[in-house]
């Protein structure tokens, strides 16, 4: 039975990727789940606020750039409260790439064009198989619009992908307009790949203390079903590969996000939560329904229930809405 994938180019001797996490940090904890069955790590994302924070020249300027106000700066991290600076990022990335024998792929995180440019070369420098870009950004502004986010997201990913010989994949939001129709863009700006989806973590209220607070909250497998949609509408569409992000817990989540056209699958939570011991139950539950279900190979499987393969595509659209909501009984 083949498990293998090819996933941003790359040949992963299955579909299963560690998700951008404090994983990469420790080596013991990397190579164990290299030897738990991990085909690729991504490393957790070296943030823009970092990289500006690192080139402001005084020491005053570290934590109060010029054109933000302390309220608003001292929301954000201390410089030395980042998992990595972004020199020891690279020093990380080069230790992974000696010490284990996957590939690497590397993750910038930031919101504005411009500034990535020369990091994204020091990280391909480093040794990196890939690259992630994380392209964050909360449009509070009513005067920014939706063409206007999406536009600085495209020049970002042009960009990098011109400045870069490694493939470049883009870790989306499902908050756009016409994701089909951005997804697209992406693709023709260079994207070698989509991940879906960010997961957004959502601020608290202390209504005690009257302060609004971070809240961390690991995925869980309903999370799933939104992935499942888009990855369904857009296999079919696309050439670049696809990764699912978020909600991926059981054999059972491995299997459908194949089903809907993922090319790999990327686990944090479950990780978090269970350590290197559920990579290879996953592989085991997705052997098992291979063999019942007279599949030799991932790419026979991958995307047989996406919007274009599957017995009833209306079931990915309207129609099934309409039906959902009209069959609730009182």
Known sequence: MNLE?????????????????????????ARRLEEAGAAAIVMHSLFEEQIDLEQQALLHHLETPAESTYEATSYFPHYDDYHL??????????????????????????????GWIDYARRIEAAGADALELNTYQLATNPDLSGEDVEGDILEIVHNVAATVGIPVSVKLSPYHASLPHFAAALEQQGAAGLVLFNRFYQPDFDIDELEVVPRL?????????????????????????????????????????????AHAVQLVSVLLENGPRVIPAMMEGLRTWMTEHEHQGIATMRGALNLKRCPDPAAHERANYIKILQGWKL
Do not use: M
Not at 90 to 104: C, G, V
């Open 85 to 114: 600076t972004p020199a020891a990022y690279l020093r990380t990335l080069e230790r992974l790439k000696s010490t284990l024998t996957i590939p690497i792929i590397a993750s910038l995180n930031g919101r504005r064009p411009g």
């Open 5 to 29: 994938t090819t996933y941003l180019g790359l040949k992963l001797r299955n579909p299963v990727v560690v998700g951008a996490s404090p994983f990469c940090d420790n080596l013991d904890q």
């Open 217 to 261: 909250k690991l995925s869980y497998s309903s999370e799933l079903l939104l992935r499942l949609r888009w990855l369904s509408i857009l296999s079919p569409r696309l050439k670049c590969s696809l990764a699912c992000s978020g909600g991926v817990h059981t054999p059972e989540d491995l299997i459908k996000a194949l089903l809907a056209g």
